[in-house]
T-cell receptor
């Protein structure tokens, strides 16, 4: 069990640029989640996938944000035309359906985005 | 909508003393409740969860939590705190379809004094 991995761990970008983050879930997990965490706050849900299907999206996920999970394995989160308010830690988590632990989400270390 | 309140932003406990972190939730039915810990530079680690059944749940690292429906609470406890327990602790409730969306509280930062 190698855990959830996220790349890059840190990203500094200029306002207006596009950024893309990658998340690799635990290998047997079919659900994948994205959260955003700002300083002093708890994580906020953005979206989640079951296999390739995006099943729920938060209103926080504006049209500048898009998430994909094309083959039901890794996922990418893209932010277009970044704004300073997008500066946050972006967390990915995964879980497995069909087990007694199916509601347990395992988190990666996060990608810290700084928009200058 | 489901929500979680963690009323204590910071708590300082002496090493070896007992710990209780408070969590109150808002949800009409039986909630799915979780406690996570986040150390600096680390991801969130699941300490324990409550779905149903015994209201006292045991977790990792010697933590336990008690679900009290009458008080809408799910407080986290540890009988003897170690310096390595210093971290940020988050309570969360499952929300949305199939309870897949976790709604987190704002967290409680635990400081451990020698």
């Amino acid at each position: 069990d190698t855990g959830v991995s996220q790349n890059p761990r840190h990203k500094i970008t200029k306002r207006g640029q596009n950024v893309t983050f990658r998340c690799d879930p635990i290998s047997e997990h079919n659900r994948l989640y994205w959260y955003r965490q700002t300083l002093g706050q708890g994580p906020e849900f953005l979206t989640y996938f079951q296999n390739e299907a995006q099943l729920e999206k938060s209103r926080l996920l504006s049209d500048r944000f898009s998430a994909e999970r094309p083959k039901g394995s890794f996922s990418t989160l893209e932010i277009q035309r970044t704004e300073q308010g997008d500066s946050a830690m972006y967390l990915c988590a995964s879980s497995s359906t069909g087990t007694k632990n199916s509601y347990e989400q395992y988190f990666g270390p996060g990608t810290r985005l700084t928009v200058t | 909508a489901q929500s979680v309140t963690q009323p204590d932003i910071h708590i300082t406990v002496s090493e070896g003393a007992s710990l209780e972190l408070r969590c109150n939730y808002s949800y009409g039915a039986t909630p799915y409740l979780f406690w996570y810990v986040q150390s600096p530079g680390q991801g969130l680690q699941l300490l324990l969860k409550y779905f149903s059944g015994d209201t006292l749940v045991q977790g990792i690292k010697g933590f336990e939590a008690e679900f009290k429906r009458s008080q809408s609470s799910f407080n986290l406890r540890k009988p003897s705190v170690h310096w390595s327990d210093a971290a940020e602790y988050f309570c969360a409730v499952g929300a949305g379809k199939g309870f897949q969306k976790l709604v987190f509280g704002t967290g409680t930062r635990l400081l451990v004094s020698p």
